[in-house]
């Protein structure tokens, strides 16, 4: 049974950092594709960055290139999402989520989810 567990949100003004965290169990990291997502009420949900199997590979979606930074701690069973130069843009719900196999952008094609973990960039 695999558990995602995501933490690390809150509140942060425009320009200000956050790093997630999504501890994992019952994953096999040299396995499975991790992806981070977000989701703001009424609208669809986003792909952010996933990070492939054994974390060789990443990939970030066009708003967050060079200001976030995907990467896994496969010791501590941890995917970390680094975010910095926050906008009130990024302001979402942040998903954790994990499949077997290599990464995909499409959200229906990952069978893991966490709870979600609220970030809100404000002033």
């Known amino acids: 049974h695999v558990q995602l567990v995501e933490s690390g949100g809150g509140l942060v003004q425009p320009g200000g950092f956050l790093r997630l965290s999504c501890a994992a169990s019952?994953?096999?990291?040299?396995?499975?594709?991790m992806g981070w997502f977000r989701q703001v009420p009424r609208k669809e949900r986003e792909r952010v960055a996933t990070?492939?199997?054994?974390?060789?590979?990443?990939n970030y979606a066009d708003s967050v290139k060079g200001r976030f930074t995907i990467s896994q701690d496969s010791g501590k069973h941890t995917v970390y999402l680094q975010m910095n130069s926050l906008k009130p843009d990024d302001t979402a719900m942040y998903y954790c989520?994990?499949?077997?196999?290599?990464?995909?952008?499409?959200?229906?094609?990952?069978?893991?989810w966490g709870q979600g973990t609220q970030v809100t960039v404000s002033s």
């Open positions: 989520a994990a499949r077997p196999g290599a990464c995909s952008w499409k959200d229906r094609d990952y069978n893991n």
């Open positions: 990070v492939s199997p054994g974390g060789t590979q990443t």
């Open positions: 019952g994953y096999v990291y040299s396995t499975s594709c």
